[in-house]
């Protein structure tokens, strides 16, 4: 092989490992420089705007990232990696949020009606429910949208190209997982769920072709757990009003202070899922995704 065939393909394109290699450069670059121009301007004094502003900041440097490596080095349309405007169609992002709320609103039922989780009054925060949902909401959107590119937009497209689905599903799995290892209350088994997660969400964007049906799922999992339930999400206790909901059972069911995300319960949900994706995944992708996209 010569000195260019290492760097490029046959086709006169930049080899997956080293568009990888360039986008982690970059995303790293810009999360550096639009961190320093954040850290210059005044940070909300509110818990949920501080956990925006922080987002915010990583959802711009991935977003920039991927610009520049998809449209201006490669000059590939956004449908290469999943971020086409038909990738956006209302039926897929129903889908996704059906599969990511049902996914853990089910097993956390499950675990209310045993009282394996139950809620409680103690130390609740102030204000309307209805109002602190909208909040969760409008951080929860970015949040998710900026972990999903991160973990399974660009990244994910070039691993996938270089060595396959398997393999995209089993590294971007690994380093969501690793994305939350600062997250406080973490341990070897909400290590494990967030890696299933990982799996779940990757698989989503396999069958349908769309990273956005993947960030609805991941929204509406974590808008649940927190704008719903009241409950902890990866770790973090949120000023919930009126009540928050608590685990009342074994830990390894019910996720402990990882909160319900962590348990068997959730993972039992996720593995559901993920076998009624790979049972979906039969019919050829192109049909599946027209079938969903155009009803």
């Known amino acids: 092989m010569t000195l260019r065939g290492i760097f490029y393909t046959p086709a ?52 920039a990232a991927q610009y520049v490596m998809l449209r201006l080095v490669e000059k590939r349309p956004w449908s ?12 897929l992002l129903g889908f996704g949020l059906a ?8 097993p956390s039922l499950a675990l209310l009606g045993a009282h394996w989780l139950r809620p409680s009054d103690t130390a609740p925060g102030s204000g309307s429910t209805v109002l602190f949902a909208l909040q969760v909401a409008a951080l929860m959107l970015p949040q998710s949208l900026a972990e999903e590119l991160l973990s399974r937009g660009y990244g994910f497209a070039a691993i996938r190209e270089g060595a396959g689905p398997v393999t995209a599903v089993a590294v971007t799995s690994a380093i969501f997982g690793g994305l939350h290892l600062a997250n406080p209350g973490v341990s070897a088994e909400s290590l494990a769920s967030v890696v299933l997660a990982g799996v779940f969400l990757g698989v989503l964007v396999i069958v349908t ?21 009241h409950a902890k999400v990866s770790g973090i206790t949120f000023p919930t009003p009126g009540w928050r909901l608590i685990e009342n059972g074994p830990v390894w069911v019910t996720g402990g202070a990882w909160g319900p995300e962590g348990g068997a319960a ?20 192109a049909a599946a995704v027209a079938e969903i996209a155009n009803g």
Do not use: E
């Open 12 to 63: 006169d394109t930049l080899r997956a490992p080293w568009r990888l290699a360039a986008f982690l450069v970059l995303f790293f670059a810009a999360d550096w420089a639009f961190g320093s121009l954040a850290h210059s301007l005044p940070r909300p004094q509110s818990f949920v705007g501080g956990l925006l502003f922080g987002f915010s900041v990583v959802l711009a440097a991935v977003a």
């Open 80 to 91: 290469d990696i999943g971020l086409g405007a038909a990738q956006a169609a209302p039926k």
């Open 99 to 106: 599969l990511g709320g049902l996914g853990i609103l089910l």
């Open 209 to 229: 072709g769309s990273v956005y049906a993947a960030w609805m799922a991941h929204f509406a999992w974590n808008f649940v757990i927190v704008g719903v339930l």
């Open 266 to 285: 959730a993972c039992v949900g996720m593995l559901g899922v993920i076998t009624a994706l790979a049972y979906w995944r039969r019919a050829p992708a």
